[in-house]
């Protein structure tokens, strides 16, 4: 299997709550080789006030991230206005990959902007050890290696 660049969202100013899940997620993730680019999104002290950098940097980094990543892969159980942007700009702008992680116990449904998309992966998952298979299983679409082609 070949290692992708991976960008990870999560919300932000949405709230906190999940940074030990997204932790586990990007560490699980990186124990497969895969290189990922998360910031903010896995930083234990960053508040829903969001970082020091003003937002006119943290925009031009993420964006920069985004088109240099080979898929993007964002937890959407916490609604953030900000990873629905980076989604979509992953794909319509970039063409990248997505696969959403969605836990529906956490909200009452996931929004139809992303459970509606057909090509958005979206995994549903209520435990991480329920998800990491599943996770493992997608990215394998993701990073073979074609046919006659040396792995990177």
């Given at each position: ?8 969202a999560?919300?932000?100013?949405g709230?906190?709550?999940d ?11 990186e ?14 002290h ?35 206005t ?6 979509a700009?992953?794909?319509y702008r ?59």
């Open positions: 299997m070949r290692r992708k660049t991976i960008y990870f999560g919300a932000i100013s709230g906190r709550t940074v030990a899940l997204y932790r586990q997620i990007i560490e699980a993730l124990s497969e080789g895969h290189h990922v680019l998360a910031g903010a999104v896995a930083a234990e960053v508040t829903s006030s969001g970082e020091v950098l003003d937002s006119f940097a943290i925009f031009d980094r993420d964006l920069g991230w985004i088109a240099s990543a080979d898929l993007l892969i964002a937890e959407v159980s916490m609604p953030s900000g990873v629905g942007y980076e989604i700009t992953a794909r970039y063409g990248i990959p997505v696969i959403c992680l969605y836990r529906p116990a956490h909200t009452a449904r996931c929004t139809a902007m992303v459970s509606g998309d057909r090509g958005i992966e979206l995994i549903e998952y209520s435990e991480l050890a329920d998800l990491l298979p599943r996770l493992h299983a997608a990215l394998a679409k993701y990073t073979a290696t074609p046919p006659g082609l040396p792995p990177r």
